[in-house]
């Protein structure tokens, strides 16, 4: 049948597009973004050619010397130094930055890129054939304790929040880059981040719960009123990264009709946890399998880490989805559960956590 080869639409959980496009000038990232020059893994031609509808857009802010990561975890095990608190100046500026390049692109593409505020704004940009841009934090560096830049960044756009990159910050604990490990590394929430979860409840604001450590993360299922959420993790029983989620993490979120988004990047697929890109796209058809099973169908969709990882080189950039999507098809997922998990799941889980809204 001629449907079942269509291109999914592919609403994805998490890219780092922003940080890739911000240390550019910004009229060369207007033209990276709008023309594509080979690099990384999103722009607009590839972003088309691939079905990518859109997804959460990751304001990250970089720490101030990052080693060399992708090195480092091509090894057979690997535990990487925390890095130290980020200042809320250099946070700020680098968020800043990137909230600007992200509401350049939707001033230089009026027609393909739409900042969006909620699960409606979302639908309508797809169905303009626009990408669905929602505005994330990746770690809270850039937000004060009285939250006053909160308000600021909310009434920017923001609708998602990650306490934690991995590391330390005022609110909580990240878990480091280590393989293989336990997600348990350290304490939970400060006074602090539980004020935030509040905060983040109170405006609707979608909490992340990927790249917090474990405590951190049972303080936030104890507290938040909102489905709990994952937007770029995977399943700890087959790759034990510190990053991934463990069996009762995974019932925790599903007992909440929370969201997992499946992550890309090798080193969280593999059971040998190298950050490889030869890496076969049955290992993440495992994942999701496992994923469905403990979730349920309504429970799962993707995480890419596009631009932030090293992710298999069958799948390469955006424009290699529909290979994933068709080995998931071989592997006998329906068409149905194929849009759930490309897009709809995304937008069901954006819709419960502003019901959820108090
Ligand atoms: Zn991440």
Request: charged letters at 25%; hydrophobic letters at 45%; glycine letters at 10%.
């Amino acid at each position: 049948m001629a449907e079942t080869s269509a291109i999914i639409p592919v609403f994805d959980g998490h890219n780092d597009t922003l940080l890739r496009l911000a240390a550019k000038k910004m009229k060369s990232a207007e033209a990276v973004f709008g023309k594509g020059d080979g690099s990384g893994h999103i722009d607009l031609p590839r972003a088309r050619a691939g079905g990518f509808a859109g997804g959460f857009f990751a304001m990250f802010p970089p720490p101030v010397t990052m080693a060399n990561m992708d090195e480092e975890m091509k090894a057979a095990r690997y535990d990487l130094a925390l890095p130290p608190l980020l200042p809320l100046e250099k946070a700020q500026a680098s968020t800043i930055g990137m909230l600007s390049v992200m509401l350049r692109l939707e001033r230089a593409f009026p027609d393909d890129v739409a900042i969006c505020r909620s699960a409606d704004e979302v639908r309508t940009a797809m169905a303009a054939n626009k990408i669905a841009a929602i505005l994330h934090i990746e770690g809270a560096e850039a937000i004060d304790a009285d939250f006053a830049n909160l308000d600021v960044l909310h009434a920017a756009g923001l609708r998602s929040i990650g306490l934690v990159w991995s590391r330390p910050n005022i609110f909580a604990h990240g878990v480091p880059f280590r393989f293989p490990g336990s997600p348990d590394t350290g304490p939970g929430l400060t006074d602090a981040g539980r004020a935030l979860v509040k905060e983040c409840n109170a405006r609707g604001i979608m909490i992340d719960l990927s790249h917090l450590n474990e405590k951190g993360f049972w303080d936030v299922a104890g507290l938040s009123t909102a489905p709990l959420v994952a937007t770029h993790s995977n399943v700890h029983a087959l790759c034990q990264s510190t990053r991934n989620l463990t069996d009762r993490q995974l019932d925790a979120i599903k007992e909440s009709r929370g969201v997992v988004g499946l992550n890309f990047a090798a080193c969280f697929l593999r059971p040998d946890g190298a950050m490889r890109a030869d890496t076969d796209l049955d290992v993440m058809v495992r994942h999701l399998d496992y994923l469905v099973e403990r979730l349920g169908e309504d429970g799962v969709a993707f995480g890419s880490d596009f631009d932030g990882a090293v992710i298999p080189a069958e799948i390469g950039s955006v424009a290699g989805l529909p290979r994933l999507i068709e080995r998931m098809r071989g592997a006998g997922y329906s068409e149905e559960l194929l849009h759930k998990i490309g897009h709809r799941n995304w937008l069901s889980l954006l819709e419960r956590t502003q019901a959820s809204t108090q």
